[in-house]
């Protein structure tokens, strides 16, 4: 078991109501107890953390199957991974303090989810790519004349630059068509790889159009992106200050 | 960013939907933050993520696709001819024809090995080879010209 002085590991604040899953787990070998800890309307679900707490697969995933199981018994606000209370009592002095902020941001997330969308370029499009693309035939055609090092790199430099321009142009005609139908949209992290990374919120009863949306979109832009959905997830994305004030349609 | 791409070896294994590789950014960037409250262990983080994404945008990347670029040519000369603009000239058309060659005949091989079959199918195998050879020798050479002219 582990000791106090490791402190308190934050999964979510939420509804006094809520909830815990059953037989839900914490993160931590072997997996930590959890326990909801309440202050007025609101609680925090919370467990000890365990010693030499770190990104590990195991737990990432522990944080996020919790969340999402959370997020199935109503509005979560989830903790952004790894945050970590010096005891109970500064969670319930949190909870207090900023009590009317988070009940207000329950009620806005109340009946909706979060659904990622990531644009990749799409890797199965080079022959399109190449049938449509000049400055690559013309690379090509050079490295076909005198094959080489120089030539390969040149052209494959091209056609990696070429594939992400086209994917980028189809992720801002992707996104625009996804935000008319979401409640709000962020864009999320930078995602190395991807030429687009979003995150929407959308009503927990329109996630299945949504991502049916979002699958259609896909098979209409299959040589130019990749588009990979995530979700429904817990509103990551729609809990900050910043997310507030959230833009549709955004770039 | 032009030049980035990702790695065959993300390709092979595509995550899925809600699974934590396509939504470990936001399990690690987004979420609720309190600042009284510690983050633990961002270099742990730091090195995950960059295990998660292996993302190569490098040498290494453009010479995988030009090598894939000329696959696209060897599938072709086994049928294809949608355009022929894709067909030229150069010692790599050669070695591209051998590798094709053999490729179609270790497949055929394969399978002869699985079906049984005897030296008759062999050489039927062969034949449809030689005849697109002689087929795209012209319009190989004439599209090589047209090349030079426009170079």
Do not use: W
């Not at chain 1, 979510?12 to 107890?33: I, M, Q």
């Not at chain 1, 644009?119 to 693309?133: F, G, I, T």
């Amino acid at each position: 078991m582990s000791a106090a002085h490791d402190g308190v590991y934050v999964y979510a604040v939420l509804r006094a109501a809520t909830a815990l899953p059953k037989d839900g787990t914490g993160v931590g070998s072997p997996p930590a107890v959890l326990r909801s800890i309440s202050q007025g309307p609101l609680a925090a679900v919370v467990s000890d953390a365990p010693p030499q707490l770190r990104a590990r697969r195991r737990d990432l995933l522990a944080h996020q199957n919790l969340l999402m199981r959370l997020a199935d018994e109503g509005p979560v606000l989830p903790m952004r991974f790894g945050m970590v209370a010096a005891d109970e009592q500064s969670v319930l002095a949190q909870l207090a303090a900023e009590e009317s902020a988070y009940a207000a941001t329950l009620d806005r997330l109340a009946g909706r989810i979060e659904i990622n969308i990531k644009v990749l370029p799409a890797q199965n499009a080079l022959e399109a790519l190449v049938a449509e693309d000049k400055s690559v035939q013309k690379l090509r055609a050079a490295a076909r004349r005198s094959p080489g090092y120089e030539a390969s790199v040149r052209l494959g430099e091209a056609i990696s630059g070429a594939l992400t321009r086209r994917a980028a142009a189809a992720g801002q005609r992707i996104l625009r068509e996804l935000a008319s139908t979401a409640r709000a949209a962020v864009p999320g992290p930078e995602v190395p790889g991807c030429v687009l990374n979003q995150s929407f919120l959308v009503d927990r009863a329109e996630s299945e159009a949504f991502l049916l949306q979002a699958q259609s979109l896909g098979a209409s832009f299959r040589e130019h992106a990749e588009i990979r959905p995530a979700g429904p997830l817990p509103c990551y994305s729609f809990v900050s200050a910043e997310a507030r004030s959230v833009l549709v349609g955004g770039k | 960013m032009t030049a980035t791409t990702y790695s065959d070896e993300v390709v092979a294994c595509p995550p899925r939907a809600g699974t934590l590789y396509d939504v470990l950014e936001l399990i690690l960037d987004r979420g609720m933050v309190i600042d009284v409250f510690i983050r633990v262990s961002l270099v742990g983080i730091e090195i995950l993520k960059i295990d998660a994404r292996i993302v190569v945008a490098s040498v290494d990347t453009y010479l995988r696709f030009a090598e894939a670029c000329n696959r696209l040519d060897l599938e072709r000369d086994s049928g294809s001819t949608t355009v022929p603009e894709l067909l030229s000239g150069g010692v790599a058309k050669s070695v591209g024809k051998r590798k094709v060659r053999s490729a179609a005949e270790s497949v055929g091989d394969t399978v002869r090995k699985a079906v049984g079959g005897g030296d008759d199918s062999s050489e039927e195998e062969d034949e449809p080879h030689e005849r697109p050879k002689k087929r795209r020798a012209p319009a190989r050479s004439s599209e090589s010209r047209r090349r030079r002219v426009e170079a």
